[in-house]
């Protein structure tokens, strides 16, 4: 028989919010290295695009804790 097995969701979105921080980082300090004004937009644009994934991600892990606390609820 076969087994599958799915990756710890804890896990998966531990490492997306550790990604999207290192990718927030980079950004902010390509913005603020910027002088004279002269910012690049693709770092704005990421800087956003980034600190939404980031969200995304902590509403992801309060489900997946959600979801943790029903099924122990419908064990119990």
Known sequence: MTSISAPNPYATVAA???????RVDR???AIAASKGGDINP???VSLS?????FKALTKVAQTVDDNSKRLL???A
Do not use: H, K, P
């Open 16 to 22: 997306g919010l550790q990604s999207s921080s290192a």
């Open 27 to 29: 950004d902010a300090t």
């Open 42 to 44: 693709t770092d704005v």
């Open 49 to 53: 695009s980034d600190a939404l994934t």
């Open 73 to 75: 609820d419908i064990m």
